[in-house]
């Protein structure tokens, strides 16, 4: 069974430019979290989908970011326009249900230059 | 608000040496409490979670962590450390187990 997978793995953007992140979650689970680690601080939460809906997103910083889950299956991670302080590892999670392990993407290091 | 305090973030020992990361959290409920591992270039990995039951909590890799309600406490200790030990290991609290709040991270280099 294949885990979560993140792409890209590594993004390098000038300041102003728009990137998008996308995780695939392993088939069938319903959850999907986005997390993100600023360089040197803890892991913070972003957001939490339950399939296609967003059932929580108080971590987002602003409304430069944008996710989306079409259809409940992949989703995508908008930054738009991105700024310096946005960099850092995004790191994707699902799991089945709520009650159940999470597990984790490789994440996606962005650096916006 | 919960949160997860990991003093320490670097920790070096002694291949076999005995592995002891802190974790204290802060909770107005009874907690779910976990510890993640990092390897290089992977993704998080769960290493065990306490979810009220034995607050013993035997984990992955001969880990294991005991849950202390009096202390705020959830240490990670392994007896007698490995060269493959050597990762970034994150404590994280949840209220139902859904979203997580996660500490800093301690990384554990382990010397032969």
């Known amino acids: 069974e294949a885990g979560v997978t993140q792409f890209p793995s590594h993004s390098v953007i000038e300041k102003g430019q728009t990137v998008t992140l996308r995780c695939d979650p392993i088939?069938?689970?319903?959850?999907l979290y986005w997390y993100r680690r600023v360089m040197g601080k803890e892991i913070k939460f972003l957001l939490h989908?339950?399939?296609?809906?967003?059932?929580?997103e108080s971590g987002m910083p602003n409304n430069r970011f944008l996710a989306e889950r079409t259809g409940g299956t992949y989703s995508t991670l908008k930054v738009q326009p991105a700024e310096l302080e946005d960099s850092g590892v995004y790191f994707c999670?699902?799991?089945?249900?709520?009650?159940?392990?999470?597990?984790f993407g490789q994440g996606t290091r962005l650096t916006v230059v | 608000a919960q949160s997860v305090t990991q003093l320490g973030s670097h920790v070096s020992v002694s291949e076999g040496a005995l592995v002891l990361l802190r974790c204290n959290y802060s909770?107005?409920?009874?907690?779910?409490l976990f510890w993640y591992v990092q390897y290089p270039n992977q993704g998080l990995q769960l290493l065990l979670k306490?979810?009220?039951?034995?607050?013993l909590v035997k984990g992955i890799n001969g880990f294991e962590a005991e849950f202390k309600k009096s202390e705020t406490s959830f240490h990670l200790t392994k007896p007698s450390a490995h060269m493959s030990d050597a990762a970034e290991y994150f404590c994280?609290?949840?209220?139902?187990?859904?979203?997580?709040?996660f500490g800093t991270g301690t990384r554990l280099q382990v010397f032969p």
């Open positions: 994280a609290v949840s209220e139902d187990t859904d979203k997580l709040i």
């Open positions: 909770s107005s409920v009874p907690p779910y």
């Open positions: 999670a699902s799991s089945r249900t709520v009650n159940t392990e999470a597990f």
């Open positions: 306490y979810t009220s039951a034995a607050t």
């Open positions: 088939s069938g689970h319903d959850n």
């Open positions: 989908f339950v399939k296609e809906s967003k059932q929580d």
